[in-house]
């Protein structure tokens, strides 16, 4: 069964990093593109960030452009989302997921930012 599992979230200081991983399983990881999203408390899930299958093209949504980047290791069956400068709007529940046939979501990792 495809699935992915999302790990890396903490608590973190505004202004500070945290690198969250993306490993997939069940499917042929370097076929799909992958994309980040996530869900603030009382707020709809978001689109934040995707890699496509190599990892040659990486798009941003304005929110995060210029603090995250994304890269994959595909012999890991890994995306990484390395997050800088974090906000305290950047306080959510992250999650991965493949494009095209998205899988049944997994529990996300929690990102807090706090001082």
């Known amino acids: 069964q495809a699935q992915l599992v999302e790990s890396g979230g903490g608590l973190v200081q505004p202004g500070g990093s945290l690198r969250l991983s993306c490993v997939g399983s069940g499917f042929i990881f370097n076929a799909y593109d992958i994309i980040w999203y996530r869900q603030a408390p009382g707020k709809e899930r978001e689109f934040i960030a995707s890699?496509?299958?190599?990892?040659?093209?990486?798009t941003y949504a304005d929110s995060v452009k210029g603090r995250f980047t994304q890269s994959r290791d595909n012999a890991k069956k890994t995306v990484y989302l390395q997050m800088n400068g974090l906000k305290p709007d950047d306080a959510a529940v992250y999650y991965c997921?493949?494009?095209?046939?998205?899988?049944?979501w997994g529990q996300g990792t929690q990102v807090t930012v706090s001082s």
């Open positions: 997921n493949k494009r095209p046939a998205p899988v049944s």
């Open positions: 890699i496509d299958s190599v990892g040659k093209r990486r």
